[in-house]
C-alpha cells in the first residue's frame, strides 16, 4: 500500500554532497521501516541504509558508514539519504524502498520500491 518516488540525483564532483529524497504515497508511511540500496550495471542491488519503524534505529553498511546519513519526516511521508564526501565508487542507481520488518538490512526485507534516481560521481 505504498508508492515511493526518489528524487535528488545528478552529477557530482568527487568529495561533493547531495540529498536524495523519497517521497510515500498515503498516510501509513509511518508504520514502515524505509531503506536505500544502490546498483550499477552487472551487479546485484546492493544496501546501504535503514531506518525502522518502531523508535529511530538506524543501520549502514559499510562503504557509508561516516559519510550518508538516512532520515525520515514521518509528517511528510518523506525519507532521505544525505550523501557527503562522494566518490566515483557511489556511481550507481539509487533506490528508496519500504517494508515491514523492524529492521531490514537487505534487499528481502523490503516490499516497496521506487524507480530509481541517477547519481554519478566524476573524479
Known amino acids: 500500500q505504498v508508492q515511493l518516488v526518489e528524487s535528488g540525483g545528478g552529477l557530482v564532483q568527487t568529495g561533493g554532497s547531495l540529498r536524495l529524497s523519497c517521497a510515500a504515497s498515503?498516510?501509513?508511511?509511518?508504520?514502515?521501516?524505509m531503506g536505500w540500496f544502490r546498483q550499477t550495471p552487472g551487479k546485484e542491488r546492493e544496501f546501504v541504509a535503514t531506518?525502522?519503524?518502531?523508535?529511530?534505529?538506524?543501520y549502514y553498511a559499510d562503504s557509508v558508514k561516516g559519510r550518508f546519513t538516512i532520515s525520515r519526516d514521518n509528517g511528510k511521508n518523506t525519507g532521505y539519504l544525505q550523501m557527503n564526501s562522494l566518490k566515483p565508487e557511489d556511481t550507481a542507481v539509487y533506490y528508496c524502498?519500504?517494508?515491514?520488518?523492524?529492521?531490514?538490512?537487505?534487499?528481502?526485507?523490503?516490499?516497496?520500491w521506487g524507480q530509481g534516481t541517477q547519481v554519478t560521481v566524476s573524479s
Open positions: 524502498a519500504a517494508g515491514r520488518a523492524i529492521l531490514p538490512v537487505n534487499r528481502y526485507g523490503f516490499t516497496y
Open positions: 498515503g498516510r501509513t508511511f509511518s508504520s514502515y521501516s
Open positions: 531506518f525502522s519503524y518502531d523508535g529511530g534505529t538506524t
